[in-house]
């Protein structure tokens, strides 16, 4: 007899972002890189252009400028 095929199960956005984060910023001490991968992997579960840049903007942005600026 043969066996049904499964059902795959469908990630929602926000667990994908989760999923993204809980891999990723624990590496964010390991450089600038894992920072750049985590903007990207998120931009393509929003698939929302705008809303990246202005989340880039908002949270990213940020630490990056206090890293650079020494004010961390």
Not at 1 to 17: C, F, H, I, R, V
């Amino acid at each position: 007899m043969a066996q049904k095929p499964s059902k795959k199960k469908q990630y929602t956005k926000g667990e994908l972002n989760k999923l993204i984060d809980s891999l990723l910023h624990p590496l964010f001490v390991n450089g600038d890189a894992f920072v750049a991968i985590d903007t990207v992997l998120h931009g393509l579960v929003e698939q929302d252009p705008k809303q990246t840049v202005r989340k880039f903007i908002r949270y990213t942005l940020p630490k990056i400028l206090d890293k650079a600026f020494g004010n961390h």
